[in-house]
């Protein structure tokens, strides 16, 4: 296996170390989350009130029903072991499930705060275990009013990636491209991209992760309502310069993304991060147009259209992939 | 039809790209807004949340109505499947209509979780109904709560932007100028403008877009209790530089601005877009004072105002619309 | 009257424009706000918010009650407009305010959901008025917990500003120095002062306002446990250097402030805004220390020492007010 | 006692003054907070809000009881002193405690607004007063809803410092080094360290503090996903250079840490501090690895290993504690 060309600077690891073991899964999950887990850490009421807003709204739903129903059966059995002649208005009956099902019934107009008042507490105790509940009730409300608008209004992004990175024609050489689009209808503006690689190496028989920066075409843009095409140059400045890439499974990398931008709805700056696998990498291939014109002069942009690509033959110059260091100092000038 | 002369520097698309086809509308729309229709998306909460809290208070109230008497109807019917015998206290009577406003009653006495209890719920299944209907109702309102702040507190800014932009004497010779106010008691800060013309052209037989940044006489003010004045001098640098003002009607062309500035109220950065078109470009003519000192001392800002200009004879001079370079660059250095 | 010299670099406005008319107040009010006043703004409901978020609590309390108890009042009479006998269970009786009270007490019992059901509604038209009330009070308390949260996380800072602004002993010369603390137990970091004079000058028979940004022996500090004393050093860069301090009185000159810091609470960016004239310049005067330190090793800072200064002679050198020009090279030096 | 050598560049002050009194404690507590008293603020509901914001959770709950209890109290004795027969359906009775029981009843019932109606106002002032007490309760939940949301959404970060500071062997010299790790779930990137030494020194016979920022290895990081070990190199820029480590207990010394990162869950810059005094000092030492993998390829980091150091013998070497600057001097070109 040819060793990748240590003339292009590496780069300082971006906060995962240079000694991960060799049986690490990949650095950055799909959905941009690290495979790190914490220990030690303990109870955090902050902990559990992150994962309440970041989880799915099916878990969220099952998770607040089931405080909900857990806090009324105990309260339910509160007032049981209270009695229910405490309980005035209750239609009398016998056995466990007929007073259980009176007894919530009761906690649950007491919980809602609805009341009432058929059922309504008349014993001290029970009448006392009942304003509790009222308030535990409102205390939830609360609680549930607070998550709603936290899952709600939680600064975050959701952009679609194209499923490939394509090795594709670029001036008389390669480069790598990927796109992406906001799937949300949310502005986004001053987006900054960063692009990076990883693999592993044996280096004096140790296993080292090395990282290199990926040069851009273009790092940002100012607004984004349409796709972008993030594109990497495979000139004699890229990692990927000397590689013969149709043997590109054989290295263990990992590119590495990292998006920026400002959320005008929010008024937030957002991030998101993803990362392609060889096997994700599509060597000769062009994408096709992502956006199209309707007769009334509307941009249509279809988030499926992103994935879309047609195949060109792939040919590595002898020279490494790219010769166009020069065409690309002009293009820099003309950026500048 | 004259080109636009291609001496001063081209910028980089600022993220709409260059490939438009001819019949595509304007860039960006006079709210702010981009012509862009995302497909593919799919159903997402958060679209819809955005939604809702982007959309007018007649729609936002028609919404929540419509919501929460929808909820309602659907219980009532409920209630009515159960058998109304099951709700105590109700008025018996005949009739779909008569059953269904009674149905109806206890819903939403349940659902506000008033309960007076004239009418209450006693089987099983009615009591257990309501008392997810009194869950449903607590969530709504909690749903409403977090909107109604999401409305109120989203970080946004409200400017008001002259109708036109002016052809104006300045110096010894011209100048783009428009005016901006801010309709809102908030106090903004660190204003930036940023102005830009893009126009199509055919090159090379297809048509494509071309950006310019216009220079601006002054980039920032650190307060904004008044309005401000954005002026584009049309001196050799700038793309209007050879252009006769008095065709520019033939010309698609658009001015795009694009404001950021820091609310104070909200602490936080705020952008706003706009953009005019030739036929908003009047040329000759000069802005009227914008404000006016009371009695007491204090100065009278009428949005109204803003937009009213004196005509004054345009000509264009030999060389140009400005020969005045040697005049800006003094100007320049006084402002370093 | 002595002209201020012009030997020093005048700024450009911040926003505020050269040409106010003669009688025209302050520049910026002790409370940080601007005298101008917004006209042909029309409603606005975010307008309305902001004021509701920025009022005094007693306003608030009193707006939020009269908000209330118009809903009731008129939701009262149309309750007597449809007829008392449509409220089950209230005491029969005569007279209008009977009635009143009675339909009012009904009123309030729906609007807050408490709904005793001692009175309830029977008729169809009171059941659905009922509903509609109930409601509305479920939206008014939405709201009010909105406005509630709203004022309390609105990102602001509090600074006490020493009454005066001292020309005190500063190396072999004088300075102006005045002194703020942080009136919130929120810590206060990265704290930035930016000090600019303005004055009125008739220049060629027109009144002129003019600007000169002060410099500040240092500009920013890290952290803001205690008080910080801003030093402008009237030294040869100073506006104030050629004047005699004791004709201050005769300018119609502004001192205006502006402090940035980041609220570690909020993690939010906030700004004050003051100003000194001239009446609140004391000439020849040195601060007393403004905090103490107490047995326990605690540091006391008392917000009525701020204010604390000992009167020193003042006597204007013949060159100016300072001539340390050489030993400020050297303090910056240090400061980079 | 040796004096700190002053060939190193001294630091301005990061707001503390230097003229703290020797009883004075340490500058900023382990929790990041100073120790200083703010007196003659006057009551201000931000202060109280902010306190039970930050609060803990045991202190939040017992303040929130003690309010909803003592406001319920006090409405119960204003319906005992209006009159129990006001209050329709209560237990007739005698003796305060069986008429102050019925009114708390009542008073919760009002108060939660659950209302079942069993106990219900009959008079007008009753009424009235209960109107009142519903109202109160409302806002009450409002206030308490925001809090909630308050306390969960305030934007901080929980860091795990590693207990002691080490002076570990680096290259062919000694460090400090200490490590930290993120608590919490939420994503953490850009963190930024700075490091700052503070100690008291008699100046001419005044006790003065002086201020050293000490150099990094490294200043920041992207992405914190593991443990950082911040590394301060003792080489010839360092303050701690010709001090013999071994007497550092001699010295009233105080490594002040400041971090700062941006969590990605609140989309907000976030900020930490910490402090070292010399007995945390550990000379001679050297972390064991802070986190391991799993065999599902998950990476393991437990806080309690954060802690974890073995021993190494320490000798200062005769130059000072380090002779590296050649060698660092590269490592810096390379981190460039």
Redesign the interface.
């Given at each position: 296996m040819k060793k990748f060309r240590t003339r292009v600077k590496e780069t300082?690891d971006?906060?995962?170390?240079t000694r991960?073991?060799q049986?690490?899964?990949r650095l950055i999950n799909k959905d941009g989350?690290?495979?790190?887990?914490?220990?030690?850490?303990g109870f955090?009421?902050?902990?559990v009130?992150?994962?309440l807003?970041?989880m799915s709204?099916t878990r969220f739903f099952f998770a607040t029903m089931l405080l909900?129903f857990s806090l009324n059966t105990i309260f339910s059995l509160i007032y049981m072991g209270i009695g229910m002649e405490d309980i005035?208005g209750e239609?009398r009956g016998q056995g466990f499930f007929h007073n259980f099902?009176q007894a919530?019934?009761f906690s649950?107009?007491?919980f809602?705060?609805?009341?009432?008042?058929?059922?309504?507490?008349?014993g001290?105790l029970s009448?006392?275990v009942?304003?509790i509940e009222?308030?535990v009730?409102?205390?939830c409300?609360?609680?549930?009013?607070?998550l709603?608008?936290?899952r709600?209004?939680?600064?975050?992004i959701?952009l679609e990636y194209s499923k490939n990175v394509l090795v594709s024609p670029y001036k008389d050489g390669w480069a790598l491209m990927f796109r992406i689009?906001?799937?949300?209808?949310?502005?986004l503006?001053n987006?900054k991209a960063s692009v990076s690689l990883t693999f592993k190496e044996a280096t004096n028989g140790e296993m080292m992760r090395r990282y290199f920066v990926l040069n851009l075409e273009?790092k940002n843009?100012?607004?984004?309502?349409?796709s972008?095409t993030i594109v990497h140059p495979i000139d004699s400045e890229s990692p990927f310069y000397e590689i013969d890439l149709n043997t590109i499974n054989d290295y263990d990398l990992e590119i590495m993304i990292?998006m920026e931008g400002?959320d005008?709805?929010?008024?937030?700056?957002?991030?998101s991060r993803y990362s392609y696998l060889p096997s994700e990498i599509e060597i000769g291939a062009k994408f096709q147009p992502a956006?199209?014109?309707?007769?009334?002069?509307?941009?249509?942009?279809?988030?499926?259209?992103l994935h879309i690509f047609d195949k060109v033959p792939y040919q590595q110059s002898e020279m490494g992939n790219q010769k166009l260091n020069a065409d690309r100092n002009i293009e820099n000038q003309k950026?500048k």
């Amino acid at each position: 296996m040819k060793k990748f060309r240590t003339r292009v600077k590496e780069t300082l690891d971006p906060g995962f170390g240079t000694r991960y073991q060799q049986d690490a899964k990949r650095l950055i999950n799909k959905d941009g989350t690290f495979n790190v887990i914490r220990k030690g850490v303990g109870f955090s009421s902050r902990n559990v009130y992150q994962d309440l807003i970041k989880m799915s709204w099916t878990r969220f739903f099952f998770a607040t029903m089931l405080l909900i129903f857990s806090l009324n059966t105990i309260f339910s059995l509160i007032y049981m072991g209270i009695g229910m002649e405490d309980i005035e208005g209750e239609i009398r009956g016998q056995g466990f499930f007929h007073n259980f099902s009176q007894a919530f019934y009761f906690s649950f107009q007491t919980f809602t705060t609805v009341g009432y008042g058929r059922l309504s507490p008349v014993g001290d105790l029970s009448s006392f275990v009942a304003a509790i509940e009222a308030m535990v009730g409102l205390m939830c409300f609360a609680l549930v009013t607070g998550l709603l608008y936290g899952r709600f209004s939680r600064p975050n992004i959701s952009l679609e990636y194209s499923k490939n990175v394509l090795v594709s024609p670029y001036k008389d050489g390669w480069a790598l491209m990927f796109r992406i689009a906001n799937r949300r209808q949310s502005l986004l503006m001053n987006m900054k991209a960063s692009v990076s690689l990883t693999f592993k190496e044996a280096t004096n028989g140790e296993m080292m992760r090395r990282y290199f920066v990926l040069n851009l075409e273009r790092k940002n843009i100012l607004f984004f309502p349409l796709s972008w095409t993030i594109v990497h140059p495979i000139d004699s400045e890229s990692p990927f310069y000397e590689i013969d890439l149709n043997t590109i499974n054989d290295y263990d990398l990992e590119i590495m993304i990292q998006m920026e931008g400002f959320d005008e709805t929010f008024g937030n700056v957002v991030h998101s991060r993803y990362s392609y696998l060889p096997s994700e990498i599509e060597i000769g291939a062009k994408f096709q147009p992502a956006f199209k014109t309707d007769k009334k002069g509307n941009v249509i942009l279809d988030m499926d259209d992103l994935h879309i690509f047609d195949k060109v033959p792939y040919q590595q110059s002898e020279m490494g992939n790219q010769k166009l260091n020069a065409d690309r100092n002009i293009e820099n000038q003309k950026e500048k």
